[in-house]
């Protein structure tokens, strides 16, 4: 049971570091995205593309951590470790897409 008790602790922190790569890659994400427009400073009400993928994030981090409470304290191994396996992968594929929008316009 320690095995299950370091991938809820882990899922924690992977969750933490997800949430803070979706904060900072927002812009990138937008871009991709096409909108083509940065995030404005001086719009009022709308925040535009990048507030919008930030918003959608705190929904994201709280579904991650719904359920890997629900896979530790259910007893659900398979839905813990699936949840620690979709938690990698989003945070590779946002450090991917940040890395490769970044180097495209620094160019």
Do not use: H
């Not at 400073?41 to 359920?67: D, Q």
């Not at 629900?70 to 590779?92: E, H, N, P, Q, S």
Request: net charge negative.
């Amino acid at each position: 049971m320690e095995l299950f008790t370091y991938a809820f602790v882990a899922n924690i922190f992977l969750t933490f570091i997800d949430a803070t790569i979706g904060y900072l890659a927002a812009p990138a994400l937008a871009a991709l995205m096409g909108s083509g427009e940065e995030e404005s400073e001086g719009s009022e009400g709308s925040e535009g593309p990048v507030g919008g993928i930030r918003r959608l994030l705190s929904f994201v981090v709280a579904l991650y951590m719904f359920f890997n409470c629900l896979a530790y304290f259910d007893r659900i191994g398979w839905l813990l470790y699936f949840t620690t396996a979709v938690l990698a992968v989003d945070i590779t594929a946002q450090l991917v897409i940040f890395r490769k929008m970044t180097r495209s316009r620094g160019r």
